[in-house]
């Protein structure tokens, strides 16, 4: 049984504390997630299961399978530091 993400590009984000009228970084949506025998059996368990998924403005939808389950979590003002330091390494 594969497993997989629903995603769309429509739709704004705005970061946290965000005071701005404007998108403030272009990104995808994650609708959900999904189980099935194949893509298509796992869109419609997962229509059938988040039925007001229909009635949202969304239309353009798609999928990635996940592979597995491994996560790997990160501080991304531990990365910017973690880059900004190495790149002073080689000025």
């Not at 946290?16 to 990104?27: A, F, K, Q, V």
């Not at 869109?43 to 009635?55: G, H, V």
Request: some cysteine.
């Amino acid at each position: 049984m594969g497993k997989y993400i629903i995603l769309t590009t429509e739709g704004l984000t705005y970061q946290p504390n965000s005071n701005s009228t404007e998108s403030d970084i272009e990104n995808m949506q994650v609708i959900g997630f999904a189980q099935g025998n194949s893509v298509e059996d796992a869109l419609r368990k997962f229509l059938e299961l988040n039925p007001y998924i229909a009635n949202t403005n969304f239309d353009e939808i798609f999928t990635i399978q996940l592979t597995n389950d491994h996560r790997e979590y990160f501080s991304l003002r531990e990365l910017t530091k973690k880059v900004r330091e190495a790149d002073s390494l080689f000025c």
